[in-house]
């Protein structure tokens, strides 16, 4: 089934993802602040608007992907006004839960649908359209846009009521970001023990120290030649993105009560090496921070 998309926001993950939705036979209209964003969008085949409202006024569906909560709730602001009764909302941005489940009870209270869902994959499953959507919606809201979101990755989860994407975003990078500097660690103490990085690695990726972040984003070059480490750590996924996420999830653990002292500490860590030069390259180069803090 053909849609009418409104996609705002065609940075380096909204761009693809939009043109994927193009090549699966939708008519999708963009908008992005940046004219060299807009301009690559079009050349994928989406339809340029000239204004956030007008990408959304005749949409049946209206995906956003913005760098974070505030963006989506002013973004929100113009653009629940302008869109037809009933529009399906579906934000794709990693925003703080509490700034999700406004962005719902804002697009409930103006007549529309909201749902949702953040991504995982980076880049290159945006540019694949190997994502993986998480998903805060109700059961039919759910059912209507999964069909949407399939044409953008491949697989799509439903993780509870609005908000629960979020919830299950932030916590996934929780355990991804304290896994790679628990690598990181392990590699810089492998080093300093005299033991090659092939060794480390097929002692680790067969043993019950295996990991994503060791097996597909293995922080050091050789083993694993698709890793960033290989490319000088251009970034898959950047460090002040994970930066970002990691610093959402100590919000909601303290909003919660909880200590989690190893994503407190991962944040801490992550923060200081987006601060400094790392903040472009992939967040396995975290690795070069733990060097140099070595004693």
């Known amino acids: 089934m053909t849609l009418d998309i409104g996609f705002v926001g065609l940075g380096t993950m909204g761009g693809p993802m939009a043109a994927n939705l193009v090549r699966a036979g939708h008519r999708v209209t963009g908008y992005d602040l940046v004219p060299a964003a807009l301009r690559q969008a079009e050349g994928a085949g989406v339809r340029a608007a000239a204004s956030a409202a007008g990408a959304v006024r005749d949409a049946q569906v209206v995906i956003s992907m913005l760098p974070a909560g505030r963006h989506v709730l002013a973004a929100y602001a113009e653009l629940l006004p302008a869109a037809r009764p009933d529009t399906l909302f579906v934000d794709c941005s990693t925003i703080d839960v509490a700034d999700a489940r406004t962005a ?10 909201a749902v949702d869902a953040p991504v995982s994959g980076g880049v290159v499953g945006a540019t694949g359209g190997t994502l993986t959507f998480m998903v805060g919606a109700t059961g039919p809201d759910f059912a209507a846009v999964r069909p949407v979101l399939e ?5 799509v989860v439903h993780c509870g009521a609005a908000g629960a994407g979020q919830a299950a975003k932030i916590c996934n990078n929780l355990i991804l970001g304290v896994s790679m500097i628990a690598v990181g660690e392990a590699f810089v103490l492998g080093e300093s023990l005299g033991l090659s990085h092939q060794a480390l690695f097929d002692v680790a990726s067969t043993a019950s120290g295996q990991c994503w972040a060791l097996t597909s984003n293995c922080p050091v070059p050789g083993p694993v030649p698709a890793s960033p480490a290989n490319r000088d750590y251009a970034a898959g996924f950047a460090a002040a993105l994970m930066a970002k996420d990691l610093g959402l999830a100590a919000g909601a653990a303290e909003a919660a009560g909880l200590p989690t002292e190893l994503g407190r500490r991962a944040a801490e860590l992550y923060a200081d090496f987006a601060a400094t030069d790392g903040a472009g390259l992939d967040f396995s180069a975290i690795i070069t921070t733990l060097r140099e803090n070595r004693t």
Request: hydrophobic letters at 40%; aromatic letters at 0%; a positive charge.
């Open 104 to 113: 719902h009870e804002l697009a409930v209270r103006a007549g529309h649908r």
């Open 151 to 155: 044409a953008m990755g491949r697989r």
